[in-house]
């Protein structure tokens, strides 16, 4: 399994960023999948995630500012960014839990800058 994500970049506070992530060894190879981002000086958070039954969880930060979704036939999931703020400026990670065994497969990370 390799997760790699695309869709970085900088935008203006207000604006929209697409990050997509993609799942080498197939969408199903894991129980679920998440972003996580760490911002400057913070820890690795988690964003928000979805499991393969679709179902969703956000971060309490995100106040419905951003959607997690899932294209199963393109082994792909999605993080629609909206209402980006200054404070959402940071690298962030697909994440892959491991099905079978403890343990989580990460992506490289993606930098989103937001100018204030």
């Known amino acids: 399994v390799q997760l790699q994500a695309f869709g970085g970049g900088l935008v203006q506070a207000g604006g929209s960023l697409m990050l997509s992530c993609v799942n080498s060894?197939?969408?199903?190879?894991?129980?679920?999948m998440a972003w996580y981002r760490q911002t400057p000086g913070n820890e690795r958070e988690l964003v928000a995630r979805i499991d393969n039954s679709g179902r969703v969880n956000y971060a309490s930060f995100v106040k419905g500012r951003f959607t997690i979704s899932r294209d199963n036939a393109k082994n792909t999931i999605f993080l629609a960014m909206d209402s980006l703020n200054f404070e959402d400026t940071g690298v962030y990670y697909c994440?892959?839990?491991?099905?079978?065994?403890?343990?989580?497969?990460w992506g490289q990370g993606t930098q989103v800058t937001v100018s204030s």
């Open positions: 060894g197939g969408i199903f190879s894991v129980n679920a």
């Open positions: 994440n892959g839990e491991k099905r079978k065994l403890p343990g989580e497969y």
